[in-house]
């Protein structure tokens, strides 16, 4: 079975840290291009970050400059690392994984691997 679980969400303060974690079973993280993506209350699931293949990585502008996304193959795990995170950072945090969509991968829906979502929280 196909599978990625997110960890890592919790709350944190405005210009805090947090690292999410998205670990594979079933398949390699390899093969496959992995993107983070989020959904804010009140807003359509958006794509955060990306990673593809060759370890090419792209961002939304939004978070340019303040996450950053990795991998550990060894692990097959992918990482996001978010820094000075800001209350509108607040919502689910998914990763997914798919082999047809180049990054960025625009939208979540129908992806071949999606994981079930971990709560962040940017709150005072």
């Known amino acids: 079975q196909l599978q990625v679980v997110e960890s890592g969400g919790g709350l944190v303060q405005p210009g805090g840290s947090l690292r999410l974690s998205c670990v594979a079973s079933g398949f390699s993280l390899n093969s496959y291009n992995i993107g983070w993506f989020r959904q804010v209350p009140g807003k359509e699931t958006e794509g955060v970050s990306c990673i593809n293949i060759y370890g090419v990585t792209n961002y939304v502008d939004a978070v340019q400059g303040r996450f950053a996304i990795s991998k550990n193959s060894a692990k097959n795990t992918i990482y996001l690392h978010m820094n000075s995170l800001k209350p509108e950072d607040t919502g689910i945090y998914y990763c997914?994984?798919?082999?047809?969509?180049?990054?960025?991968?625009?939208?979540?829906?129908?992806?071949?691997?999606r994981g079930q979502g971990t709560q962040v929280t940017v709150s005072s």
């Open positions: 997914a994984a798919d082999r047809r969509n180049q990054c960025p991968i625009a939208t979540f829906d129908g992806l071949e691997v």
